[in-house]
């Protein structure tokens, strides 16, 4: 099991939409639509942001945005605000009750 | 309100195995519906699946921990637990358990525990 790929970084001015993608393979995230996101700020445990690929959980802000196409998957920020500067990652089954998770994108708000 | 906390030693030495805990309250870790996880983290990276379990014994494990990992419930104590055998530097990590939605997302995490290997 590889670990999905992400974006080392992405940043954006406060106000702006930015997107981090997650690719995986046919394997994971191709196979299933059972992609969920997480908000890590530092020292702290993930906070799941997105799951089954594009739902939101009670409480999280509608900022928040998930979608899936083929072997990728995409979260937006859409007007992101300083508040939003933390750590994302993706996870995806894979099949046989296993996960994997993305290697992570650090978003800096400029 | 489910709350999740690991529990163990923070420092080994390599060769010992890592024992840690999660207490789970506030819910019942018999409920079918869940599985339950272990995650772990290196000091600045990213997040690694070690390992889930069903309270009925069900487990799955990360095929590049399979041979060193062990999960396992007391139904009794409320708790899981992760063994992991002949730790090294690559080990430490901060670990986190977490309660897996039928769905396949986790939600919520412990706060996660420091456990550093090192002679």
């Known amino acids: 099991q590889s670990a999905l790929t992400q974006p080392a970084s992405v940043s954006g001015s406060p106000g702006q939409s930015i997107t981090i993608s997650c690719t995986g393979t046919s394997s994971d995230i191709g196979s299933h639509n059972l992609v969920s996101w997480y908000q890590q700020n530092p020292g702290k445990a993930p906070k799941v942001i997105i799951y089954e690929n594009s739902k939101r959980p009670s409480g999280v802000s509608a900022r928040f945005s998930g979608s899936k196409s083929g072997n990728t998957a995409s979260l937006t920020i859409s007007g992101v605000q300083a508040e939003d500067e933390a750590d994302y990652y993706c996870?995806?089954?894979?099949?046989?009750?296993?996960?994997?998770f993305g290697t992570g994108t650090k978003v800096t708000v400029l | 309100q489910l709350q999740l906390q690991e529990s163990g030693p923070g420092l080994l030495k390599p060769s010992e195995t890592l024992s840690l805990t999660c207490t789970v309250s506030g819910g019942s870790i018999s409920s079918s519906t869940y599985f339950w996880g272990w995650i772990r983290q290196p000091p600045g990276k990213g997040l690694e699946w070690i390992g889930s379990?069903?309270?009925?014994?069900?487990?799955q494990y990360n095929s590049s921990l399979k041979s060193r990992v062990t999960i396992s419930v007391d139904t009794s104590k409320n708790q899981f637990s992760l063994n992991l055998s002949s730790v090294t530097a690559a080990d430490t990590a901060v670990y986190y358990c977490?309660?897996?939605?039928?769905?396949?997302?986790?939600?919520?995490w412990g706060q996660g525990t420091l456990v550093t290997v090192s002679s």
């Open positions: 977490a309660r897996i939605w039928p769905r396949d997302w986790f939600d919520p």
């Open positions: 379990l069903h309270f009925s014994g069900i487990t």
């Open positions: 996870s995806s089954y894979a099949g046989s009750s296993t996960y994997v």
